[in-house]
């Protein structure tokens, strides 16, 4: 059974950092893409960063480039997401995906590619 459980939310202030993990079990990590996503109150789900199998390529979306990096460890199972300059518009719950094992390398924004899902990590910026 596919598990992927999330940890390092909390409370911080606007311009400060915080790095969310996402621990995987049960899954083909080491030869999958993972992604993140986040939904803010009353927002759609919205993709923010994925990395491929292999480290070597990632994808983010432009709001958070240049302040957030996405990293993954494939002896230990986990992918993380490294925030810097955070701000209020960044509040959110942040999820970590593994795609359907159909599109095992797939590392993009189509959300409808992820098929596991974690139970999400709250971040709140205040300003």
């Known amino acids: 059974q596919v598990q992927l459980v999330e940890s390092g939310g909390g409370l911080v202030q606007a311009g400060g950092s915080l790095r969310l993990s996402c621990a995987a079990s049960?899954?083909?990590?080491?030869?999958?893409?993972m992604g993140w996503f986040r939904q803010a109150p009353g927002k759609e789900r919205e993709f923010v960063a994925g990395?491929?199998?292999?480290?070597?390529?990632?994808n983010y979306a432009d709001s958070v480039k240049d302040r957030f990096t996405i990293s993954r460890d494939n002896v230990k199972n986990t992918v993380s997401l490294e925030m810097n300059s955070l701000k209020p518009e960044d509040t959110a719950g942040y999820y970590c995906?593994?795609?359907?094992?159909?599109?095992?390398?797939?590392?993009?924004?189509?959300?409808?590619?992820?098929?596991?899902w974690g139970q999400g990590t709250q971040v709140t910026v205040s300003s």
């Open positions: 990395i491929s199998w292999s480290r070597t390529n990632t």
């Open positions: 995906a593994a795609p359907h094992l159909s599109r095992q390398y797939y590392y993009g924004p189509e959300e409808s590619k992820y098929g596991y």
């Open positions: 049960g899954y083909a990590f080491s030869w999958s893409g």
